[in-house]
C-alpha cells in the first residue's frame, strides 16, 4: 500500500518500539491494580464527560483496561493478545502495527465523544488484533483447553465474524456504532483486498454459469 509507505517514511518516529510487550504489560499492570482497588478502574474508562471535564487521559488508558476474568484466563488471554500482536508486528515492522492499533483506537474514541457521548470499551478493538492475525495467518493452529483440541484459526475467526455479525444486527445503534469504529483498521488494511477477492470469485462464478449453459 504506497500511502502506508508515504506515512511510514514521514511518521515512523511515531511507533512504539515494542509495542505489543507494552500493551500486554499495560494491561497486566492495570489487572494487578484492579485486585487490590477495584474502583481504580473506574478512573481509566473511556467517559466522555470525564474527558471533557479535563480527564484527557482517558482517552489513552481506556486501551489498556483489561476485561473481568479469573486470574488463570486473564493469563490465557493476556498470552493470547501478545502473540497475536507480536505476530502483526513482525508481519508489518512497529509503524504499521502501531498505526494500525492507533486507527482503531482513535476512530474509538471519536465515536465516544463526538457521536454517541457514552462510555465505550476497548472489546471490538482487540479483537481485531485477532481477525488482522487470523487474515495474515489463517492455517496457523491453537489449542483450545477447554475441549483439548487444536483448530485452525480461520475457523475461530469465521465464529468471530458470526458473533460479530449477530451483535451488529441485535445490538443498539451504539453498539453498531462502536463495532463500526473499532472495525475501521481491518477494513483500511484489509478492505481493497477482501473487495478484490470478492470481485474475483464472482467472476469465476459467473463464468462457471456460462459454461454450463
Do not use: C
Request: no cysteine; charged share 15%.
Amino acid at each position: 500500500m504506497k500511502w502506508l509507505d508515504s506515512l511510514e517514511r514521514r511518521f515512523h518516529w511515531m511507533a512504539i518500539p515494542q509495542f505489543p510487550l507494552f500493551i500486554a504489560t499495560a494491561n497486566g499492570l492495570i489487572y494487578l491494580m484492579a485486585q487490590f482497588e477495584p474502583r481504580f478502574v473506574e478512573q481509566l474508562t473511556l467517559n466522555p464527560v470525564a474527558v471533557r471535564a479535563g480527564e484527557w487521559w482517558r482517552v489513552i488508558t481506556f486501551l489498556f483496561v483489561p476485561p473481568l476474568m479469573s486470574p488463570i484466563w486473564f493469563v490465557f488471554w493476556l498470552l493470547f493478545i501478545y502473540q497475536y500482536s507480536q505476530a502483526l508486528e513482525n508481519a508489518w515492522g512497529e509503524f504499521r502495527f502501531f498505526f494500525f492499533y492507533f486507527v482503531g483506537a482513535a476512530a474509538t474514541v471519536a465515536a465516544s465523544i463526538f457521536i454517541l457521548n457514552q462510555t465505550i470499551g476497548n472489546g471490538f478493538l482487540y479483537l481485531t488484533l485477532f481477525l488482522a492475525f487470523a487474515t495474515l495467518y489463517p492455517e496457523t493452529e491453537i489449542l483450545l483447553l477447554v475441549f483439548f483440541l487444536r483448530v485452525k484459526v480461520k475457523y475461530l475467526a469465521w465464529l468471530t465474524w458470526l458473533i460479530v455479525g449477530i451483535s451488529f444486527v441485535l445490538g443498539t445503534a451504539g453498539t453498531r456504532i462502536a463495532i463500526v469504529a473499532a472495525l475501521s483498521n481491518y477494513f483500511l488494511f484489509f478492505g481493497a483486498d477482501i473487495w478484490k477477492a470478492a470481485v474475483l470469485r464472482w467472476e469465476v462464478y459467473r463464468n462457471r454459469r456460462r459454461l454450463r449453459r
